[in-house]
């Protein structure tokens, strides 16, 4: 458990972030409400998606998924199609898992101490923390990259915030000013005042509460901070797509059970900067499946989609397929001669289906 302030050395700014918070909360459905499961699942939904964007998410989640017995017993597909849209979907399946250990090892109640939280699969120090103050109001910290930024300006911190040095010192700072009476309520204010005020770019500190009490503000270099010093450089890599059909069918593929997207549907794609090396592969590609393929030279759609470690320059191009065999031979029969990782489908069949990340945007191009 984390060591907390009393009033008395509580320094000025909490008590006005609090203030500030008490008038300007967001009203979210998982607050207020004290409910562990409800905040464990927005916490995770919020990782890298703004909470505008992941709310539709959170409310289909909770339509499908009310508890964590409701959670636990879903199948992963059900979990993964649920998440579709909302990328990273590692987290969807590790909270499933994590749900699961939480019904099988602790009667279905989500636990109430730090050490038991984080040996939940998925769940981590930040995810921890907020559950554990938000739902049970315990003075735990809950740091994530929001709360690095507003302590590395507050107190004028030049060490890098994705380094262990600077995260060690800023959490210590956290555990220090958390107020004792109001940790769940004092991490949402951090969580709101980072995502309207005290935001990465360009923050907004003549409509601060708290400027008073801000050494960055104070010095002039709230420009300059945080600092983030980035170590592993994303990969571009460029691919050429093909919508293509037989008929009324698209040709898709399954990405592989291990990796990025995994076990999720595409379009048959190509790694290659420009349409005729990329027409070239996929031509090659389904001949050895046994289609000829007539790839229109007119792109359709471009698409960026960046993923921690790499980036997906997309070029989307429609095409025909001729089947090699009898022309007699039916879809059907088709589909028994391509690998297990190929299907044909119809467009209308395409929403019962889980896409791999921007490939799902792809199939409002298909008719
Ligand atoms: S004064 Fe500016 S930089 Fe400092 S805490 Fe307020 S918004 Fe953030």
């Known amino acids: 458990m984390s060591k907390t302030n009393t009033a008395a050395q509580e320094p ?35 990782q890298q998606t703004r909470i505008e964007a992941m709310k539709p998410y959170y409310d289909n989640w909770m339509q499908l998924f009310p508890t964590v017995e409701a959670l636990a017993e879903a199948s992963e597909d059900e979990v993964v199609h649920a998440w579709q849209g909302l990328g990273y979907y590692s987290r969807a399946r590790n909270l499933r898992l994590g749900v699961q250990e939480v019904v099988s090892n602790y009667g279905g109640v989500v636990p109430m101490d730090r050490k038991s939280m984080e040996s939940l699969k998925g769940v981590g120090a930040y995810t921890a923390g907020a559950v554990l103050s938000m739902a049970y109001n315990l ?74 009490s801000c050494e960055a503000y104070a010095n002039g270099t709230t420009a300059d901070l945080p600092v983030r010093i980035k170590k592993t450089k994303s990969i571009t890599i460029p691919l050429v797509v093909g919508l293509v059909q037989l008929g009324d069918y698209y040709l898709l593929h399954k990405r592989p059970n291990t990796g990025l997207l995994r076990s999720m549907w595409e379009f048959p794609s190509a790694e ?8 070239s592969q996929l031509k090659d590609l389904l001949g050895a499946l046994g289609f000829e393929l007539k790839l229109d030279s007119t792109m359709v759609r471009e698409l960026t989609h960046v993923f921690s470690h790499r980036k997906w320059e997309m ?32 467009r209308l069949e395409f929403a019962t289906y889980t896409w791999a990340g921007p490939h799902g945007k792809l199939t409002e191009l298909c008719k």
């Open 315 to 346: 070029k989307t191009y429609q095409g025909t397929l001729i089947w090699r065999g009898s022309d007699a031979e039916q879809i059907a029969a088709i589909q028994t001669k391509l690998p297990a990782d190929y299907m044909l489908l119809p």
């Open 272 to 279: 290659a900067s420009d349409f005729s090396a990329g027409e």
């Open 139 to 212: 003075p735990e910290v809950a740091v994530d990259g929001n709360v690095l930024r507003i302590y590395a300006r507050l107190y004028n911190i030049n060490d890098d915030i994705l380094g262990a040095v600077g995260k060690k010192k800023i959490t210590a700072l956290v555990e220090e000013t958390l107020p004792h009476d109001r940790p769940g309520d004092f991490n949402q204010s951090l969580m709101d005042f980072g995502s309207s005020l005290c935001i990465p770019k360009s923050p907004r500190c003549s409509d601060c509460p708290i400027n008073s």
């Open 12 to 46: 000025k700014w909490v008590q006005r972030l609090l203030d500030w918070y008490d008038v300007n909360k967001r009203d979210l459905p998982w607050r207020g409400v004290g409910d562990p499961y409800k905040i464990w699942v927005s916490e995770v939904m919020s």
